[in-house]
């Protein structure tokens, strides 16, 4: 057993520590504001968003982007959002480069993006409706081209 102030003290910082997993609360409200100056979510207003974080020293995102651009080619009428939470602007260039993302990608070098969303772990994804509302939230790499994730996103058009 702790001691008291020790115990009290871990009591106090519990909301500092536990402010990324606590977003679940997202779902069914508006989406969080984009920290992206060339990428506004408002501008998405009416279509359904696909809304993935990512790295570029996560090999589960690499592993999910060939299934994310079948995802955008077979669904076009869904766009699809690739945010970095990378924080060297270098990095997230040379990684889109010479990997040939060919998904519209954003890089919020501050973090603010996915702090507002609470997404800690890339990858994660959000799944928007045509309202700007958050519908789902997916942790770790999916195959988007999978009948139940397809099924899913039509129904939101």
């Known amino acids: ?14 909301p500092v520590c536990n402010t990324g997993n606590a977003r679940f609360d997202l779902l069914g409200k508006p989406a969080p504001a ?4 060339d990428q506004p979510l408002s501008g998405l207003r009416g279509r359904v968003v696909v809304l993935n974080f990512w790295a570029s020293w996560c090999p589960p995102c690499l592993e999910e982007f060939p299934s994310l651009t079948a995802l955008q ?7 699809v959002l690739a945010v970095s939470f ?3 602007p270098e990095a997230y260039a040379r990684f889109v480069r010479l990997h040939g ?3 519209r990608t954003g890089l919020d070098s501050s973090g ?5 969303y609470g997404a800690t772990r890339p990858p994660e994804t959000f799944v928007l409706d045509k309202q700007g509302v958050v519908r789902r939230r997916f942790i770790g790499a999916q195959d988007w081209t999978s009948p139940e994730i397809e099924s899913f996103l039509r129904a939101l058009e």
Do not use: G, K, V
Request: with cysteine.
């Open 1 to 14: 057993m702790l001691p008291l102030p020790l115990a009290a003290c871990l009591l106090a910082l519990l």
């Open 34 to 37: 984009l920290y992206l100056p």
């Open 73 to 79: 080619q077979q669904l076009p009428e869904i766009t």
């Open 86 to 88: 990378d924080r060297d």
């Open 101 to 103: 993302i060919a998904l």
């Open 112 to 116: 603010r993006s996915n702090e507002a």
